[in-house]
């Protein structure tokens, strides 16, 4: 099936200007065209958006995104995902070790606050 770009920005739900940016930052190959020049996508690059939106909304950073891609999109380099997942989460981890310092803080002032 081939889709044009607002339906694809409604099956994904990722704006339309963030899918042409994805373009222009090379994380998407280059779109099959119509007799008008406007891009079509197939269900393969459906699959890409989703796993781009899933690896931005987890901090994955563009740079990191495009040096990856290949190797995550590739089922035949498990083990290389899998440790670049891996790697990634642990820096989520790490994060997320900081923000709650960072809430404990806020709740003792908070609470230091609301007893005066």
Do not use: W
């Amino acid at each position: 099936m081939e889709y044009k770009i607002k339906e694809v920005s409604e099956i994904t739900n990722i704006p339309q200007s963030k899918i042409r940016f994805y373009e222009k930052q090379g994380l998407l190959p280059e779109f099959k065209r119509d007799k008008n020049n406007i891009r079509i996508f197939s269900e393969k690059d459906i699959e890409l958006l989703n796993l781009i939106r899933c690896l931005r909304n987890i901090g994955m950073s563009v740079k990191e995104i495009r040096t990856n891609l290949d190797i995550l999109a590739d089922s035949s380099n498990n083990q290389l995902a899998i440790n670049i997942l891996i790697d990634h989460r642990n820096k989520l981890e790490e994060q997320r070790k900081i923000l709650k310092n960072h809430i404990e803080k806020i709740n003792l002032n908070l609470e230091s606050r609301q007893s005066n």
